[in-house]
């Protein structure tokens, strides 16, 4: 986890992989991922009244989610991972139950030596932000098991 970049930077890149939300309230659903999960309005992309029509949040590099106005689906459950630090977590646990609008889980950990953050947005949409647990807090039973199934598997 040494070499993961947190910063959050405003480069315009190639997104291998993002996810699009579309919900009921723009201005809502960005208010509550930018003032309550710290992530950033890249830029806004106006219609033709000029009112925004779609948004481009960024957290880390390669953590993108569009968000554009619309009927949020019905129905299904839709849930999107975001690499974190152990570190942070707590922070951004108490920054979302303050900005409220939101319900926020956590964090707990996991029996695969995460520290998991669930939330769930306005629109209903799952976020978790998963992070390694702090060298200590591993379960070293479960990294043994999964060293024997890698060699396992591997031959």
Known sequence: ???MNTEVTRDIYGMPAFVTFTVADLDRTVDWYVNGLDFISLFTLPGPDGAPVLVHLRRWRYQDILVRSGVPPVGGEWTVSFM?????????????RAHGGGVVDGPADTPWNTRDLQLTDPDGYKIVYTARRPEGERDERFNAMMERESRRQLG
Request: charged share 40%; glycine share 0%.
């Open 1 to 3: 986890m040494d070499d």
């Open 84 to 96: 974190a630090t152990a570190e942070q977590l707590d922070t951004i646990a108490e920054r979302a």
